[in-house]
């Protein structure tokens, strides 16, 4: 994928964990934004996070975005175990032309 | 409340043709861009085409270009995407998503997605 993410997060209940977002000077870095959505199973995926670090209405506010330089970043505090789900980051990619996805990162709830 | 739910998918041999449908309801139709996205197994994201609110502006990304072919119905509320010369790096999981605004922008999001159609490109 253009976009790298860790393929695998995990994180007691409570804690807090951030899932990170790595492009390049085509995507991220050109100041394109990163949208996140969530994947629970066997579920569509859910808008997140749009715009770098909006969120729809009816997101928990422990969910949160933030982007410097080729990086975005997705963090969530209060872990719960509904929050076990996986996650991907979206951009643009100028080089390419097209929408771009990260490979999506499996987050683990102990 | 807004919906989107997809058809079409199944098992289909290398260099035949199948059709997706995207079913579409609770929301102006006519009045967003969609998109279709799909997710090969163990693979991530990856976007495959947009249409305008009016068909007017169609893309596709390079790996199907050529081969696939979006369009759209807003009497009918429909999505369709019409893919030919299917090949075994097109099994994938294909999703519908519902684009944020009327037109294919470098940074729109996409809200909802439908939960995908699964399509099997193997002999």
């Known amino acids: 994928s253009v976009l790298t993410q860790p393929p695998s997060v995990s994180g007691a209940p409570g804690q807090r964990v951030t899932i990170s977002c790595t492009g390049s000077?085509?995507?991220?870095?050109?100041?394109?934004?990163v949208h996140w959505y969530q994947r629970l199973p066997g579920t569509a995926p859910k808008l997140l996070i749009y715009?770098?670090?909006n969120r729809p209405s009816g997101v928990p506010d422990r969910f949160s975005g933030s982007k410097s330089g080729t990086s975005a970043s997705l963090a969530i505090t209060g872990l719960q175990a509904e929050d076990e789900a996986d996650y991907f980051c979206?951009?643009?990619?100028?080089?390419?032309?097209?929408?771009?996805f990260g490979g999506g990162t499996k987050l683990t709830v102990l | 409340e807004v919906q989107l739910v997809e058809s079409g998918g199944g098992l289909v041999q290398p260099g035949r043709s199948l059709r997706l449908s995207c079913a579409a309801s609770g929301f102006t139709f006519d009045d967003y861009a969609m998109v279709w996205v799909r997710q090969p197994p163990g693979k991530g994201l990856e976007w495959v085409s947009g249409i305008s609110w009016d068909s007017g502006s169609v893309r596709y990304a390079d790996s199907v270009k050529g081969r696939f072919t979006i369009s759209r119905d807003n009497v009918r509320n429909f999505l369709y995407l019409q893919m030919k010369s299917l090949r075994p790096e097109d099994t994938a999981l294909y999703y519908c998503a519902k684009d944020v605004g009327r037109y294919l922008e470098s940074e729109d999001w996409f809200d909802p997605w439908g939960q995908g159609t699964l399509v099997t490109v193997s002999s």
């Open positions: 979206q951009s643009y990619d100028n080089s390419l032309s097209d929408v771009v």
């Open positions: 715009g770098n670090y």
């Open positions: 000077s085509s995507n991220i870095g050109a100041n394109y934004d």
